[in-house]
Structures are given as C-alpha cells and as structure tokens.
C-alpha cells in the first residue's frame, strides 16, 4: 500500500541521513587536492573482476537507489572518497546529476570510475537529465 511504501521510504531516508551523520564523524572527509586520494577502503574489498572485454570491474559497489539531491550527491563524493570505484544507478532512480556531479567533485579520473545504469522503456527516459 501507499502508507506502507511512505513508511518504507521515511525509514530509508532516517538510516542515510545517520549514515552521513556517521561518516563526518569519522572525519571522512574529501582530501584538498587529487593526489592525496587515499582509499580508506581495505583493498580486499576493492578486488576486481576481469569482464570479457579486458576491463576490470570491482566486485564492490555503492548503490544509488534513492540518493538524490544535495545529500544524494555528497553520500556518492564521499563513497568515491573512501575508495569506492564502481557506481550502481539506474535511469528509473532519477539521479543521473547527483551521480555526474559527484564524480566531478571526487576530481578522479572518468578510467578510474566504473558506472553501471539501467536503462527503463525508452518512452519514460528523461532526456534532459541524462547529460
């Protein structure tokens, strides 16, 4: 029902906010400048997996799902921060900004980033959005 998913979605947004909460407790914060990128992330869980067409794709990844606006995007800076080099989206979450914008803001390098999406039916995509 209605109720249940606002409910479900309320609970959601309460757990991301202490996660952000948590993480400027940690003072994991975004370094000054590019070459002081230090993965706080254990590299065992920053392993890859080779794909047939030579990449290397990391076995670990932050989801998106409802990491919109302004907090959306300084969730994924900081994710990217910590050492997270895969980026889980899809274009029915709505956050093809968030996601650019934070990438930009890491100051990583784009062959650095490995970004996966979903496409949904062409006739809802947001054309506007996805830049």
Request: include cysteine.
């Amino acid at each position: 029902s209605e109720r249940r998913q606002r409910k479900a979605l309320d609970g959601a947004r309460v757990a991301f906010d202490q996660y952000l909460d948590d993480l400027k407790q940690l003072n994991l914060t975004a370094p000054s400048r590019q070459n002081e990128l230090e993965p706080a992330m254990p590299k065992q869980l920053n392993r890859s997996v080779p794909l047939s067409n030579g990449l290397e794709m990391p076995r670990l990844g932050l989801g998106t799902t409802m990491l919109n606006g302004k907090k959306g995007k300084e969730a994924i800076v900081q994710a990217l921060h910590m050492g997270y080099r895969l980026i889980d989206t899809a274009q029915a979450y709505e956050n093809e900004v968030e996601v650019g914008e934070a990438w930009q803001l890491s100051k990583l390098p784009r062959e650095e980033i490995f970004i996966a999406t979903k496409l949904s039916d062409d006739r809802s995509c947001k054309r506007k959005k996805a830049k």
